[in-house]
């Protein structure tokens, strides 16, 4: 369970305030603030997207088809099940993975935010930016450069 | 070729210089090059592992975690798929056991899906994690002047 052994504290008081918190909502207002926060994410998602540049008119005709088809033909692979026994690992030359630094200063600004929130907020964190990083990926796949 | 570019960048004393063409990548690539990242998030990683943690689809998670038994000499896996509902989160670890997770592991999850997407953000598809803008490393070419 590595979750659990991730080195995190929370105050018993604290942990006290968020369940009666939660526990004093009513199922109404649940489902309320879920309708909300969701109509809410919907329409941020879509100012993201809309947002982004498009590549395409930087590419030539042939370099877009090329990619299309590549993208398409791999995919099928993919639909097909992810593999995690990785036989043909990309090229990572290039790509550089950020300093231990600036991983823990993010990792406790936002842990401090986190541990504000309740647990429906903190389920909805975990769809939402799900639901982004898919968005974000249709976005690049096609024409990404490595 | 690769000779030939070779033998010219001795004798000009110029480093070669490889183009890379526009390639596309797959989603699976994607995740690979994220999951680069994701497996950094929770520390560092024991010597004779390897871990992964990525974003499969728009609702589930993934930890994957390898390693080399001592014992045994065998190799040793362990997958758990972290599945966000609209009501909870479902932790199955290796396709047996199904609960919804709680209290401080839904707390470390939250954590870990908020920081991988801020990090990947950046470091996979160099964009602003808020805004979702280009981060642009290079200076602009003009500059406006007030005259």
Known sequence: MPLEDTPMTMS???????????????????????QQREVAQLEHAYTMASRRPDRTEHLTD???????????????????????????PI?????????????????????????KMDVLAQTMLIIQHGEYMVQIRGVEAPYSRI | ??????????????????????KGLTERQLIELESEIGGTLFGPIPAGHRRDFFCLDART?????EWIDTDTGKKRTSTTRYEAH???????????????????????????????YEEVMRGVYKRDPITGQKITE??????????
């Open chain 2, 138 to 147: 290079e200076p602009p070419a003009t500059i406006d002047t007030v005259t």
């Open chain 1, 62 to 88: 042939r370099q877009i088809e090329g990619a299309i088809i590549s993208d398409s033909a791999e995919r099928t692979e993919y639909e097909a099940g992810f593999d995690l026994d990785r036989e043909d």
């Open chain 2, 61 to 65: 998670w993934v930890w994957h975690e």
């Open chain 1, 12 to 34: 018993a008081t604290e942990q006290m305030d968020r369940q009666s918190t939660s526990f004093a909502e009513s199922e109404e207002v649940r489902r309320y603030s879920l």
């Open chain 2, 1 to 22: 070729m690769a000779l030939f570019k070779k033998a010219l960048s001795l004798i000009t004393g110029s480093p070669v210089k490889e183009t890379r063409p526009l």
């Open chain 2, 86 to 116: 609209e009501n909870g989160i479902l932790k199955a670890q290796d396709g047996v056991n199904y609960r919804f997770i709680e209290g401080e592991e839904l707390t470390n999850l939250a954590v870990a899906v908020r920081l991988y």
């Open chain 1, 91 to 115: 090229d990572l030359e290039k790509f550089t993975t950020p300093d231990d630094e600036d991983v823990e200063t993010a990792f406790n600004k936002v842990h401090n935010q986190v541990e």
